[in-house]
């Protein structure tokens, strides 16, 4: 698939390199948006913890999508944060890490540069994405603030595919894609299988 518009970006993702976020990138492109894509490398003690989903995006992003890929070096707190909705990935990283104000804050920024871009886009499943729980009127309430803070009416939208599961979008994405799909975090070429991304991959890709 090659991106071939020379129109100003319309939306901004956030690309991890994982299935939902890649799924998502995937059905934007089909879709005819031409998004702003970003890619968090996050450092601890001076090593990059997430190189080889770094190293899936740079290799998706060349050999299938064309896109040019804003790589954002983000330097991740050494305390340990309370454990809650806005804080995951603790145990990828040695620690909690406020891992999605990092990303929605980033978003936040480059919006500023592109004050046309009225939708930031993010990857969700449907077992992620579950609106009656308590911990997304949190997250709500942290967009909206940040739209606040910013200045700006950006609609964050966290899960166009929302509505589909793990296993439903990991089929979404053509399969000359799927051996580049990183979602484990470990600092090692082959994923642990033993995180929570590892376990759900197993549970709903693998095994079903």
Known sequence: MQNTSTTLNDCIVAWSGGVESTALLHQLVLEGRNPLVFHIQC???????NLFETHAVEQMAESYFNLDVHY?????????????????????YGRGVPFMPIVSSTAFNLQIFHPWIKEIYSGANALEFQWDKPEYALRNKYYNDLSKIYGCEVKYINGHLGHLDKKEQWLMIPEEMRQ????????????CGTCTKCKEREKFIDKS
């Open 43 to 49: 450092y601890v003690n001076n090593k990059q913890a």
């Open 72 to 92: 954002i070096d983000v330097v991740l707190p050494c305390v340990k944060p309370a454990r809650t909705s806005l804080f995951w990935r603790g145990k990828s």
């Open 180 to 191: 580049w799909v990183r979602s484990c975090t470990a600092p090692q070429s082959e994923p």
